[in-house]
């Protein structure tokens, strides 16, 4: 049995993440410790040792060398692989990783996830439990991918597992990450949501599988259309390519209201500035992306933009609300759907 994958997985979003494990205490009322030797307790505690993000040294305080054979610029992802890994062989047999440690293991974007301990579930109803490095979930669990030697929950169940436990738009933003990795689709989710009957945090999950759209290429555009939807608008399709009357090709824009003819672009930190790259001239990117703007304005399209800053204050909800009440010309142009990114083949089995 294969489901489909995108060949390149987004990056995390690691100013976003959240890896401040603790590495002291047992696992369990037996006292049972997550680690079976001492060279994997210290994997374990050189993982957990990382300073969050934005935290400072004392004064006078030194920088400490790295632990336990961990390099310094070691990322954080990585190190949270190191994690799984380690405590993954201490764990019971037919024991699947899930969750958000199931998205660190595909690669998948995260925004505002905590990634203070391993997740994992067990095939059985309930008898969750808290360790001082993993967290273990009881729910029933019949397949499995299977990923570097490691047993993961499938992307449609990690996407509803996610959906039932993280907060709404970080829920959004990775389920839009895998659907698109994975080439999902709503079939599919809603046949793994309805598999998640009675579920704690059912009700937040089936939002959310209604939200999610496998063509957002970033953090901002998933947290742009949670915005639009906070504000009762209507939601846009994402990724279209503008197209000319006579099929010439204009340029791709992020989201679009065809039939409103409104278009709208997420530019990132500053204005226009997802346009620039490495060895490139940001004025030169600047005329070039407000020429397009004008031809397509010309065409009889609305344009609405709006940045990182306004997305967070929610200033482009006005703007596009006011778009969409305007009654304008039918535009001399046609918006046809971006093609999505071909997946790949994931070995999936039953257990």
Known sequence: MTTRTTAAAAPMDTAAETIATSAEGTAGGGGRRCGASR?????????????????????????????????????????????IRAVLPDMAAGTVVSHQSAAVLYGTTLWRTPLDRVCVTRNRRGGGRTRPFTKVHGSPVDSAAELDGLLVTTPARTVVDLALTLPFDAAVVAGDALAGMFGLGATELAEELARAKGRYGIGQAKQVIAMLDGHSQSIGESLSRTMIHQHALPLPRSQGNVLTSDGRFVGRVDFYYE?????????????????????????????????????????????????????????????????????????????????????????????
């Open 39 to 83: 060279s994997r307790r210290a994997l374990l505690e050189g993982c957990g040792a990382q300073r969050s993000p934005g935290q400072q040294r004392g004064h006078g305080q030194q920088r400490r060398p790295a632990q336990h054979g961990l390099a310094p610029a070691l990322g954080r992802r990585e190190q949270y692989r190191q994690l």
């Open 259 to 351: 039939s409103a003819g409104v278009l709208c672009e997420f530019d990132g930190p500053t204005e226009y500035g997802r346009l620039l790259r490495p060895g490139q001239d940001l004025a030169a990117a600047v005329q070039r992306e407000r020429t397009r703007e004008t031809y397509l304005r010309a065409l009889g399209f609305d344009v609405v933009r709006w940045t990182w800053d306004d997305l967070v204050r929610g200033r482009p909800a006005r703007h596009l609300r006011s778009a969409l009440a305007t009654r304008r010309r039918r535009p001399d142009g046609r918006i046809e759907p971006a093609p999505a990114p071909e997946p790949r083949a994931l070995t999936v089995r039953a257990l």
